[in-house]
Structures are given as structure tokens and as C-alpha cells.
């Protein structure tokens, strides 16, 4: 079992930069491959990003290629998502979840976070 609690959403104006964080209980987090996702208002889940258990594998959604990178520290149990250059299209719920491989599809992640807000503002 697996919980996942994030942190570091907020309001950022466009152009600006956040870092958000997704602490895991367990010891066991270093086994598992962690994900980012986000979902906007009248919108579906999409991918953000993701990382192998050793940090050796990154897999990136479109949308985060050049701008977000997916980090991790097994020492604390914690991964996370580093935000460049955001854009009001960026705003959603962002939700971190655990899987026992680097995948996009959201179906595949066994426990997931309750999800942080993110606000972008033009």
C-alpha cells in the first residue's frame, strides 16, 4: 500500500515556474515507478509525465517536453515535478501516482494522490 500526498500547487502568473512535490508513505516507494498527471475542468486525464524506480527512465507527455522535468529522491520518499515557462493552458489539478512500470496510461497506476491545484495566470 501506497499514499501519496502532493504539494507546491498554487497561482503563478504565465512565464513563471513551480515545483510540486508528491510525498510517499511506505517503504516500498523506491520499488515503484511514479507518473504525473493533470486534468482540467471539462476535461480528461492526460499524462504529464513519469520515472522509472531509479530515476534512469523519464517518459514525457507533450505538453511537458522542454518545459517540465520529473525528478526523484528515494532517500525521502518524494518525486517531483519541476515547472518551466507556464502557460494559462497549463492550469489544472495535478495528481501524482505510483505504477510498477514507466507508463502514460493513466489505468495503470495502482495509487494515486488526491491532487494539487495549479493556476496559471495570463
Known amino acids: 500500500q501506497v499514499q501519496l500526498v502532493e504539494s507546491g500547487g498554487g497561482l503563478v502568473q504565465a512565464g513563471g515556474s513551480l515545483r510540486l512535490s508528491c510525498a510517499a508513505s511506505g517503504r516500498t516507494f523506491s520499488s515503484y515507478a511514479m507518473g504525473w498527471f493533470r486534468q482540467a475542468p471539462g476535461k480528461e486525464r492526460e499524462f504529464v509525465a513519469a520515472?522509472?524506480?531509479?530515476?534512469?527512465?523519464?517518459s514525457y507527455g507533450d505538453s511537458a517536453k522542454g518545459r517540465f522535468t520529473i525528478s526523484r529522491d528515494n532517500a525521502k520518499n518524494t518525486v517531483y515535478l519541476q515547472m518551466n515557462s507556464l502557460k494559462v493552458e497549463d492550469t489544472a489539478v495535478y495528481y501524482c501516482?505510483?505504477?510498477?512500470?514507466?507508463?502514460?496510461?493513466?489505468?495503470?497506476?495502482?495509487?494515486w494522490g488526491q491532487g494539487t491545484q495549479v493556476t496559471v495566470s495570463s
Open positions: 501516482a505510483a505504477s510498477s512500470r514507466v507508463t502514460a496510461t493513466a489505468g495503470q497506476y495502482n495509487y
Open positions: 520515472i522509472g524506480w531509479s530515476g534512469g527512465v523519464r
